[in-house]
T-cell receptor, first 113, second 112 residues
Framework: SAVISQKPSRDICQRGTSLTIQCQVDSQVTMMFWYRQQPGQSLTLIATANQGSEATYESGFVIDKFPISRPNLTFSTLTVSNMSPEDSSIYLC??????????FGSGTRLTVV | KQEVTQIPAALSVPEGENLVLNCSFTDSAIYNLQWFRQDPGKGLTSLLLIQSSQREQTSGRLNASLDKSSGRSTLYIAASQPGDSATYLCAVIPASGSRLTFGEGTQLTVNP
């Protein structure tokens, strides 16, 4: 199955700033996904990122706050913009492969102060 | 709307014990079901993927079963070890679309 390298693994950011999270996949994948996991909770899907088209956002998430890029079939970024303490979470990227299901990156632990 | 429930929410066992984690889902129109492990503050590690046409999958000390008709899956861990301590998540992959639905997880602690 694919291996996803996600970085940074953690960061502490000032409110009002932005952070870009990167995910690199070691093979080509059609669909990539971005999730948020708030403390003590399960994963919430932010958006689906397909190469060559705009990301599809879930209810409650907007492009201005979480812009996503997907320049090719092995790479995607998620930016958390104009951060507030409520954005403190673990952010995870994921890719789907037909015979392997879903693979996840190692996560980015974001703290906004 | 698919709902996934995991029981128990937390489990603490002595080392060496065999244990079963349960996952139930409300809509049997699934494509696959996948079990994951998550260590604190980390990403998800895939443990087992069960295709909808399969009844079970095995990997080492892990065995996962799937009963679509009753909307249930179980993850069996044999001879548990302290290193098995983590949160275990089951996720359902729908028959149409790609949106995973996760359970809330079972937090497992294996005591030496």
């Amino acid at each position: 199955s694919a291996v996803i390298s996600q970085k940074p693994s953690r960061d502490i950011c000032q409110r009002g700033t932005s952070l870009t999270i990167q995910c690199q996949v070691d093979s080509q994948v059609t669909m990539m996904f971005w999730y948020r996991q708030q403390p003590g909770q399960s994963l919430t899907l932010i958006a689906t990122a397909n190469q060559g088209s705009e990301a599809t956002y879930e209810s409650g998430f907007v492009i201005d706050k979480f812009p996503i890029s997907r320049p090719n079939l092995t790479f995607s970024t998620l930016t958390v913009s104009n951060m507030s303490p409520e954005d403190s979470s673990i952010y995870l990227c994921s890719a789907r492969q037909e015979n392997y299901g879903y693979t996840f990156g190692s996560g980015t632990r974001l703290t906004v102060v | 709307k698919q709902e996934v429930t995991q029981i128990p929410a937390a489990l603490s066992v002595p080392e060496g014990e065999n244990l079963v984690l349960n996952c139930s889902f409300t809509d049997s129109a699934i494509y696959n079901l996948q079990w994951f492990r998550q260590d604190p503050g980390k990403g998800l590690t895939s443990l087992l993927l069960i295709q909808s046409s399969q009844r079970e999958q095995t990997s080492g000390r892990l065995n996962a079963s799937l009963d679509k008709s009753s909307g249930r899956s179980t993850l069996y861990i044999a001879a548990s070890q302290p290193g098995d301590s983590a949160t275990y998540l089951c996720a359902v992959i729908p028959a149409s679309g790609s949106r995973l639905t996760f359970g809330e997880g079972t937090q497992l602690t294996v005591n030496p």
